[in-house]
C-alpha cells in the first residue's frame, strides 16, 4: 500500500423527512478524486441521523466508536464524522488542516471524551495500534497529534482501503488495474523512444549535426529558432504523428511552468522529456557499443586480424588517435573501432592505447597479425617503436610500411630532384590560382574547357 500518499477523505449527508438516505464519499489520493454514491432505506438505520443531529453530551455514544462489522459499516458511515464546538479548542484548527480542507476523518465522541479518525476505526487491522482508534484527548499537543496522525501509514493504509472500497475492488482488482496503466504507460513511452531512436540513426547516417544554441524544451514552439537538427526533424515528424505531438506538446507545457516557476530549482530535476541531450548522448552510446559487439563477434569469428594506426590533431588542438581493425570473413572489412584521445604518442604508450581497446571489446591481441602506421620513428623504432612493442604482445605480426604514406613521400622526394617537375607543378599551381582569383577568368576557363567547375 502507498505508505507515503497524503489522503482526505470526505462524507455528505442529504436526508428529507420519508426519504431514503443518500451519502456520498469522496476519496481524494495522489490528486485523483474518486465519488462514490449510494441509498440505503431509513428503515434500514434506524434513528442514525436523528440521533447525531439531536446530541449532547449526555448521550452515550460509544457504541458508534468501536470497529464496525462489516454489514454495520454503511451506517458507520452514515453516523460519522461528528464534529461538535469544543470550547477549549480552536474549531478551525481543530477540523482544517493549514491548507483549508477540512479534517472529514476526524470524529469526537461524546461518550469517551476524545477524538477517534472514523476512517481507521473502519479499515485497521485489529493489531493496529492508534490514539485514533483508542480514543485521543491530548488538549495541550491536539493539533500536532491530528497532523501527525494524518500522515502516518496507517491512516494512508485506511484511506486507501476506503478507495478500494468506493471503487468495489479488492485488492487484487486494484493491483491488476495499476499495473495495467502502468503497462499502457511503458508501451506509449516505448514507441515515442523508437521515433527517437530512429531520428537519431538518420541524422548519423547523414553525417548531420544534433544540436543548435535554442534547445530549452520550453522554446520548441518558437518557430523562429533555431533548435538543431534532431529537435527539429522531431517537430516536423509530430506534425504527422499524434503520438509524438501529444508527448511534445507535454513537455513542453511542463517546461515553460517549470521555466516561468521562481521557486524552481535549476535544471531538470525528475522530470524526463526523453528529448534532451542526455539522452541523445546515451542513446550514442548504446548505438556504438552495440556495434563494436557486432564487429567485435566478426572479429573473434574470423580468428586473425591486422591493425592500422595514425594519429592527428583535431580543433581542439588535441591529438586524436584512430584505430582500424582489418579482418577477414567471407570480405575483406576495415572497421573504424575506436578515435581515442592520446596524450602521449611513444610506442610503449601507443601500444598500450591499442591493447586497452582491444581488451574492451573483448579481442585477443595475440590473434593480431600485422600492422600498418606511417614510418615515423615512433611508429617503426627498432627498440621503442609501436611495432616493436606490439611484437611483444603478439609475436607473429608483421609490420607493414603503409602505402599511401610511401607514395606520398617517393612523390615529394621526386618532385623535388627533377627542375623540370619543379617548373612544371609551379606552373600548374600558379595558373589554378591565377583563374580562381576572379569570376571573370573562371567563366572563361568553364567556356574553353566545356565543363562545369
Not at 469522496?26 to 478524486?33: A, D, R
Not at 440505503?40 to 457504541?63: F, Q
Not at 488538549?139 to 496507517?154: A, C, G, P, T, V
Request: charged letters at 25%.
Amino acid at each position: 500500500m502507498h505508505s507515503a500518499m497524503q489522503s482526505t477523505v470526505q462524507l455528505d449527508i442529504d436526508t428529507e423527512a420519508g426519504e431514503d438516505i443518500h451519502h456520498s464519499i469522496g476519496v481524494t489520493v495522489e490528486g485523483e478524486t474518486v465519488e462514490h454514491d449510494s441509498s440505503l432505506a431509513k428503515e434500514d438505520i434506524p434513528e442514525v441521523v436523528g440521533l447525531k443531529e439531536g446530541m449532547s453530551d449526555t448521550v452515550d455514544d460509544k457504541m458508534w466508536f468501536i470497529k464496525p462489522k462489516s454489514e454495520n459499516l454503511d451506517s458507520f458511515l452514515l453516523f460519522h464524522p461528528c464534529q461538535p464546538v469544543i470550547l477549549s479548542l480552536n474549531s478551525t484548527k481543530l477540523y482544517q488542516r493549514r491548507d483549508g480542507k477540512k479534517h472529514h476523518w476526524l470524529t469526537y465522541s461524546h461518550g469517551h471524551g476524545a477524538f477517534f479518525c472514523m476512517v481507521c476505526l473502519a479499515f485497521s487491522k485489529k493489531t493496529d495500534d492508534s490514539a485514533f482508534i483508542d480514543g485521543c484527548f491530548d488538549e495541550k499537543h491536539m493539533y500536532q497529534r491530528i497532523e501527525e496522525h494524518e500522515r502516518s501509514n496507517l491512516h494512508n493504509n485506511s484511506s486507501e482501503s476506503l478507495l478500494m472500497r468506493s471503487k468495489n475492488m479488492d485488492i487484487s482488482s486494484h493491483f491488476f488495474e495499476k499495473q495495467t496503466a502502468r503497462k499502457e504507460e511503458v508501451k506509449r513511452k516505448r514507441a515515442i523512444l523508437e521515433r527517437i531512436i530512429e531520428t537519431i540513426k538518420l541524422i548519423g547516417k547523414r553525417g548531420l549535426s544534433y544540436r543548435a544554441t535554442a534547445e530549452a524544451a520550453y522554446t520548441l514552439d518558437n518557430e523562429k529558432l533555431d533548435h538543431g537538427n534532431f529537435l527539429e526533424i522531431l517537430l516536423l515528424l509530430s506534425k504527422f504523428d499524434p503520438l509524438l505531438k501529444n508527448h511534445l506538446d507535454t513537455v513542453i507545457k511542463k517546461s515553460k511552468k517549470k521555466h516561468q516557476s521562481a521557486t524552481s530549482s535549476k535544471g531538470r530535476g525528475s522530470f524526463v522529456t526523453l528529448i534532451s541531450k542526455t539522452t541523445v548522448n546515451n542513446i550514442i552510446c548504446v548505438i556504438s557499443a552495440l556495434l563494436k559487439k557486432g564487429i567485435a563477434q566478426e572479429i573473434r569469428d574470423a580468428g586473425m586480424f591486422s591493425i592500422q594506426l595514425d594519429t592527428t590533431q583535431d580543433i581542439n588542438v588535441s591529438d586524436q588517435c584512430s584505430i582500424i581493425i582489418r579482418y577477414v570473413t567471407d570480405v575483406v572489412h576495415e572497421r573504424l573501432v575506436a578515435v581515442v584521445n592520446c596524450t602521449s604518442t611513444t610506442g610503449k604508450a601507443l601500444c598500450e592505447l591499442v591493447c586497452n581497446v582491444l581488451e574492451s571489446m573483448e579481442i585477443e591481441v595475440t590473434n593480431c597479425v600485422g600492422n600498418s602506421t606511417d614510418g615515423a620513428s615512433n611508429m617503426q623504432g627498432q627498440y621503442n617503436g609501436f611495432s616493436t612493442w606490439l611484437s611483444s604482445k603478439a609475436p607473429g605480426q608483421i609490420h607493414v610500411w603503409c602505402y599511401a604514406h610511401v607514395l606520398n613521400l617517393v612523390m615529394m622526394d621526386v618532385t623535388k630532384i627533377s627542375v623540370q617537375a619543379i617548373l612544371l607543378f609551379g606552373l600548374l599551381n600558379s595558373c589554378a590560382v591565377f583563374i580562381r582569383e576572379s569570376y571573370l577568368r573562371m567563366n572563361v576557363w568553364r567556356e574553353v574547357s566545356g565543363r562545369k567547375i
